[in-house]
Nanobody, 112 residues
Framework: QVYVVESGGGLVQAGGSLRLSCAAS????????VGWYGQAPGKERELVAR???????KYADSVKGRFTIARDNGAKRVYLQMNDLKPDDTASYYC??????WGQGSQVTVSS
């Protein structure tokens, strides 16, 4: 059974940092495109950051300059480094692998 697991969420004050990790039971390779999505209460799930099979990256305008998506090919994981967090970043963050596999989400709460 293939599954995806996110970790690294938590409660942080505004201006703080967190690093989310995405792992898969079969490992994540450079052949997998990976996206991080955020879903705030009462809102739709939205793309936050994405890395393609060619390692091109894309970010939502709201996180540009603050968040960084990156691969760790040795660990077969993808990370989302989140800096200068704002209360509006509060959401459950989901990892999507190859446009098909979703994790259970990791909660990020940013207090003002």
């Amino acid at each position: 059974q293939v599954y995806v697991v996110e970790s690294g969420g938590g409660l942080v004050q505004a201006g703080g940092s967190l690093r989310l990790s995405c792992a898969a039971s079969i490992g994540i390779s450079r052949l997998n495109a990976v996206g991080w999505y955020g879903q705030a209460p009462g809102k739709e799930r939205e793309l936050v950051a994405r890395i393609t099979t060619g390692d091109a990256t894309k970010y939502a305008d709201s996180v540009k300059g603050r968040f960084t998506i990156a691969r760790d090919n040795g660990a077969k994981r993808v990370y989302l480094q989140m800096n200068d967090l704002k209360p509006d970043d509060t959401a459950s963050y989901y990892c999507n692998v190859s446009n098909s596999l979703w994790g259970q989400g990791s909660q990020v709460t940013v207090s003002s």
